[in-house]
């Protein structure tokens, strides 16, 4: 354990680093791994991502996680078996992903593990707390450490739940260290299975930012594919753009209390799913492909809105995470965002869009080990050693 130490205080000192960034949402599409090439701390922080892969479940894989994600019940035995059970499974991805690229394990410096959101619970009453934050991530780390002989920080969310604060969105970090801007006002918005954005006012500091969850992304669209439709997603959003938008189920989308609420704020699958959907259908007998449509219509508002709300000057908007593969979707948010907004290509940020996600909790690692102060307000992240 001693050479261990030794070894991540080494790593803590050294001026470039290569960390690979894994990351699994709400989506359950598979394990983003980003190989990345940080140099520096702080503002001072370069980014590259060297190599990426997105690897996909198995439908069974994926089922697995989708019948434990995001339910108020389930077996403790299977919950305790699923955490060691996605710690194998990450390091033996990692594992193999290595070996196709062709990189050996001792060039890279430490694992960066968002793990598997399987609850997540801001602001609920619990025992004698009113409002208890909480939030739950699997996969033992562990075992990634163990069984990769890489040192691996994970857990990143519980430090923000100790500081008071939800546990989400932790992208505001990352967000302002690599893409702030002195001379432009910057949005920074993200469409995964939730969409959340960060604001950057030109010239901010951190606690100038915002960052929130802003509603759904993807996952009712993916939900009533997958449970009505048996498809895994509306592809390329072609069922949608062959629907019609139906307003009144519009509407009693839109008039959820989540929409009034002040940011920051955040969400998930326990708010927004197919619960919320068949009580906004009220019984109305609408065709899948006009509640397809519909749902589409309502992420692209919701997400518009909450651009549109933030400024009254002129915004750059780069937008990442896999809402960025739906054409329709993208049309529709390009309709209702403000003429001000410039809708930007997130690439031209130096950042594969996909691998956005997974390249800031390789940041956070970064800060974790070798950050201060200076840069952000506190630590991130749990240390497993592989010994």
Known sequence: MKADIIKLATIAEKKTKYILGLMSGTSLDGLDIALCKIE??????????????????????????????????VSLKTLCQLNTWLGELY??????????????????????????????????PFADSDALNSTLQIVDADIIATKTNIITIADFRQKHIAKGFEGAPLVQYGDYLLYSDSNIDRVLLNIGGISNL??????????????????????????????????????????????NIQSPFLEALLSHEFFNEPVPKSTGQELFNQTFVHQALEGKDYNHEDIITTLTEFTAITVANAVNALSSTELELYVSGGGIHNAFLMERIAIHISKRVSLRDFSQLGVNPDAKEAAL?????????????????FSMGKISLPT
């Open 91 to 124: 390091a033996t991805l990692i594992n193999n992903i290595l070996a196709e690229w062709q990189v050996a394990a001792d060039t890279i410096d430490l694992i960066a593990s968002h793990g598997q959101t399987l609850y997540h619970c801001p602001k609920q």
């Open 40 to 73: 520096g701390v702080g503002k001072n922080t370069l980014v590259t991502v060297e190599k990426f892969t997105t690897i996909e479940y198995s439908p069974s894989q994926k089922q697995l996680l989708s019948d434990h994600a995001s339910k108020s019940q």
């Open 361 to 377: 909790f390789a940041l956070l690692a970064n800060e974790t080990v070798s950050g201060d102060s200076n840069a952000l307000p």
């Open 198 to 243: 960060t604001y950057l006012p030109k010239n901010c500091a951190l606690a100038q930012s915002v960052s929130s969850d802003i509603g759904p992304g993807n996952t009712l669209v993916d939900q009533y594919c997958r449970h009505v439709l048996g498809l895994p997603f509306d592809e390329d959003g072609k069922i949608a753009s062959s629907g």
